[in-house]
């Protein structure tokens, strides 16, 4: 069965720094692997993902992920944040090749704050 | 764009209660989703429908119920509420499933308090 690990709850950054957060997942086949944004008081808006071709994916606002088989990490990150990208981020994973399966499976969060 | 909308964002009703939360997507989507989302415990799959009349068990169903009568509308009902179901609801939907690489698209969510 598939998994997803983020393993950082929360995570302050100052502003105009750089941020990473992290995502790790388990699967015995192939993977989709998506990352999504919850501003407050919202629903999850996606960000971006990874179906094939290159590991390197980017997204809005500027963010990007990379996938990285042989660890099975799909790590988020922006090279500068920005007030606004105070939120919560959820990565997410469905098996490619399972077909009929339907469900995405989610991390439990990772909450980004920008210092001022 | 696709638009996903939940009935009520804010509900409070009380222990026993049957509880309907209502969900509406205008873009002729397949596949609908219930989740709840808790502090410390992400987002969990409660049901889901492929098709109209069609449902499947999520990852916690118990204590839970759900309609799927026409392609653009999914409700989920509480059929006895109780204080443990108070909780963030949120509803996706999502063209084909998450097989095939579609991403879910969500309604702003119904906070919902149990009394």
């Known amino acids: 069965a598939q998994s997803v690990t983020q393993l950082d709850s929360q995570v302050p950054v100052f502003e105009e720094a750089p941020v990473e957060l992290r995502c790790n997942y388990s699967?015995?086949?192939?993977?989709?692997l998506f990352w999504y944004v919850q501003y407050p008081n919202q629903g999850l808006q996606l960000l971006l993902k990874y179906l094939s071709g290159s590991t390197l994916v980017k997204g809005i606002n500027g963010f990007e992920a990379e996938f990285n088989k042989s660890q099975t990490s799909f790590h988020l990150r922006k090279p500068s944040v920005h007030i606004s990208d105070t939120a919560e981020y959820f990565c997410?994973?469905?098996?490619?090749?399972?077909?009929?399966?339907?469900?995405?499976?989610f991390g439990t969060g990772t909450r980004l704050t920008i210092i001022p | 764009d696709v638009k996903v909308t939940q009935s009520s964002r804010y509900l409070v009703k009380r222990t026993g209660e049957k509880v309907f939360l209502e969900c509406v997507q205008d873009m002729d989507h397949e596949n609908m989703f219930w989740y709840r989302q808790d502090p410390g415990l992400g987002l969990r799959l409660i049901y889901f429908?492929?098709?109209?009349?069609?449902?499947e068990k999520g990852d916690i169903p118990e204590g839970y119920s759900v309609s799927r009568e026409k392609k653009e509308r999914f409700s989920l009902i509480l059929e006895s509420a109780s204080t443990n179901q108070t909780s963030m609801y949120l509803c996706?939907?999502?063209?084909?499933?998450?097989?095939?690489?579609?991403?879910?698209?969500f309604g702003d969510g119904t906070r919902l308090s149990i009394l």
């Open positions: 996706a939907s999502s063209r084909t499933g998450a097989a095939s690489g579609q991403p879910q698209h």
């Open positions: 997410a994973v469905s098996e490619g090749s399972n077909f009929g399966n339907e469900k995405l499976t």
């Open positions: 699967s015995s086949v192939s993977v989709y």
């Open positions: 429908s492929y098709d109209v009349k069609m449902k």
